[in-house]
């Protein structure tokens, strides 16, 4: 069974705080991605990452930077967090491969609250 | 970059009716999925097409990848409230690399 996990569902913090948001796929996965969802926004690519130590920016890099020290392991940080990140952030993994299983898959995602 | 025009863009419709949703592109991919996304979660994957011409079901879901390669629709049939949701269509162009989502279709559904 697939599955990706994300370090929390929900997350208070303040203006200029780091900030850290953990993904961890068990599938093997070469690619992983990081996206934010905003009303009538849709899904918007920050950063995604095709290998490890590789990583390219998405669409709204801006304010974020992202790490991959291991395969399974994707982490997306806020240097210093402003009220406008506040945001569903969506994580996902993908293979290389054309089965069921290389397919796209997402965390559950994460809530953060910046105040 | 690619775009897909997913729509309608919301659904109000009467539980047991049926529900059509597309997606087109002005490019072609050579795979399609279709997701659902609960409020608060994630989108879970509901099924993926590989090939051209390709209708597959899930339960009361159906969703068929156009034979032109630029576009795909999904059908449920006899709504019921659990369905209610956002549906997001997404095309790859590739084996590998990133995916280009619609902007999702929310569904509504009145008991």
């Known amino acids: 069974d697939v599955k990706v996990t994300q370090s929390s569902r929900y997350l208070v913090k303040r203006t200029g705080e780091k900030v850290f948001l953990e993904c961890v796929q068990d599938m093997d996965h070469e690619n992983m991605f990081w996206y934010r969802q905003d009303p009538g926004l849709g899904l918007r690519l920050i950063y995604f990452s095709y290998d490890v130590k590789m990583k390219e920016k998405g669409d709204i890099p801006e304010g974020y930077s992202v790490s991959r020290e291991k395969k399974e392991r994707f982490s997306l940080i806020l240097e210093s967090a402003s009220t406008n990140q506040t945001s569903m952030y969506l994580c996902a993994s993908r293979g290389t491969g054309l089965s069921i299983t290389d397919t796209q898959y997402f965390g559950p995602g994460t809530r953060l609250t910046v105040l | 970059g690619q775009q897909l025009n997913q729509s309608p863009q919301s659904m109000f419709i009467q539980e047991g009716e049926d529900v059509s949703m597309n997606c087109t592109s002005s490019?072609?991919?050579?795979?399609w999925l279709w997701y659902k996304q609960d409020p608060g979660e994630g989108p879970v994957l509901l099924i993926a097409?590989?090939?051209?011409?390709e209708l597959t079901s899930n339960g009361r879901l159906t969703a068929q990848f156009g034979i032109t390669r630029k576009d795909s629709f999904l059908n449920i049939s006899a709504s019921i409230p659990s369905d209610v949701g956002i549906y997001f269509c997404a095309g790859q162009l590739t084996n590998a690399g990133k995916s280009t989502f619609g902007d999702g279709t929310t569904l509504t559904v009145k008991p």
């Open positions: 490019s072609i991919f050579n795979t």
């Open positions: 097409l590989y090939k051209a011409g």
